[in-house]
């Protein structure tokens, strides 16, 4: 929180604050539509994000009026406390889902993560739609150990149907969600259950573009909004220089940040992702679940990320804490099986790891301090960690 205050906001937090939010804070939520309208009809604006996410700038409005601040240092608190959410989610999932100190470790992770910190101080939407996406996977993963109990079914399609209005990639969690719930039902309760739960994820996506279709001002204009999504990378010479290129994308962007966490993360998600088509590892337990869970959730974001023309570290927003929650799974996984096949060197390993882990965490912040704070970067695109 000491790092909150940056020197120079983005032009798309200058969109976000002074073209959306303190417009509607003046004039009110009712004035969103008028907003819509103006941004279909003057194309300087499509370089800019559509304001047809109201799922954002409602908080972020909420936000404002709490602390009497119309500013973009206002806005970024919304990011901030997201941030301190996803932690406190992070600790939450782990202590649930995996073994004993699963948590502390992705906790340690999560802490010094120079994405997260450096999200954690801007006015984007990507913080609070990372925990709405980690907290529709816990609401999940509650209902698949106890599936007769529906009220946390509900719980996790009403976060998914809410992400949607904050971000179009809600829609990726929204089908992951109805997926995973479906497969319980089907498991649990044959089916018949499962078309009920596909039902239910229909009816979500249904009232949420409802909603959203009301807020702005009805079918037409939303849908007019998001045709000129397309017009983003033609007009904005930043996206196309600083948010285009191939996989290595990610990777080089990734591995100059916070590497370690990612990369076991990523190992992680795919050896369950493999046990679990090959049917050695199945999903039952709360580790199991778990780990199921945020494996799936992790590719399936990956994917399509590096298929999306568009590509930015932010755009990974919504896996960074489901990749430390597994990491530090794997990494508890390796000491488990030191200390059950080489007892003896249990406590050299133990102390080994601990060491490791505090050097990468110190390495981690390090490289936050030195990006965002000495040379200021002021966005999660790979060319600027590599130029």
């Not at 604050?17 to 499509?46: C, I, M, T």
């Not at 590509?311 to 489901?322: D, I």
Request: aromatic residues 10%; glycine residues 8%; contains cysteine.
């Amino acid at each position: 929180m000491w790092h909150l205050p940056v020197q120079v906001y983005t032009p798309d937090e200058d969109a976000y604050v002074n073209f959306y939010a303190v417009p509607l804070l003046q004039q009110g939520l009712g004035h969103l539509p008028a907003l819509v309208k103006d941004y279909s009809a003057r194309p300087e604006l499509h370089a800019f994000p559509s304001p047809t996410r109201a799922g954002q700038l409602w908080p972020m409005v909420a936000t404002m009026l709490i602390l009497s601040d119309d500013s973009p240092r206002a806005a970024a608190v919304l990011s901030a406390t997201a941030s301190v959410a996803i932690l406190v989610a992070t600790w939450m999932i782990g202590a649930a889902f995996f073994p004993p100190w699963v948590a502390a470790i992705a906790l340690l992770f999560a802490i010094v993560s120079p994405m997260d910190l450096a999200m954690a101080r801007r006015a984007w939407g990507d913080e609070p739609f990372a925990f709405l996406t980690l907290a529709a996977a816990g609401t999940f993963m509650l209902h698949a150990r106890a599936p007769h109990r529906h009220g946390w079914a509900i719980a996790c399609l009403a976060l998914a149907g809410y992400a949607i209005l904050c971000k179009e990639s809600g829609l990726l969690v929204l089908a992951l969600a109805t997926v995973g719930l479906t497969i319980v039902a089907w498991r649990t309760s044959g089916i018949r259950a499962a078309l009920l739960a596909l039902g239910a994820g229909a009816l979500t996506l249904i009232v949420a573009c409802g909603v959203l279709a009301l807020a702005v001002g009805g079918w037409e204009p939303l849908v007019a909004a998001f045709q000129r999504l397309s017009d983003t990378s033609n007009v904005n010479a930043y996206m196309r220089e600083y948010q285009s290129g191939g996989p290595d994308y990610y990777v080089r962007g990734l591995a100059l940040l916070q590497p370690l966490p990612m990369a076991l993360g990523i190992l992680a998600a795919a050896w369950i992702a493999l046990r679990t088509l090959s049917r050695r590892g199945g999903a039952n337990g709360g580790s199991g679940i778990g780990a199921t869970t945020l494996a799936w959730l992790t590719l399936a974001f990956v994917v399509v990320a590096l298929v999306y023309p568009q590509k930015n570290l932010r755009f990974l927003s919504p896996v960074y804490a489901p990749l430390d929650l597994l990491a530090a799974s794997l990494v508890w996984t390796a000491l488990s099986w030191v200390r059950s096949r080489r007892p003896a060197m249990a406590r050299g390993a133990a102390v080994a790891l601990a060491l490791i882990l505090l050097g990468s965490a110190l390495a981690d912040h390090r490289r936050f301090e030195r990006d965002f704070i000495e040379r200021q970067i002021p966005d999660l695109a790979t060319p600027w960690f590599t130029r």
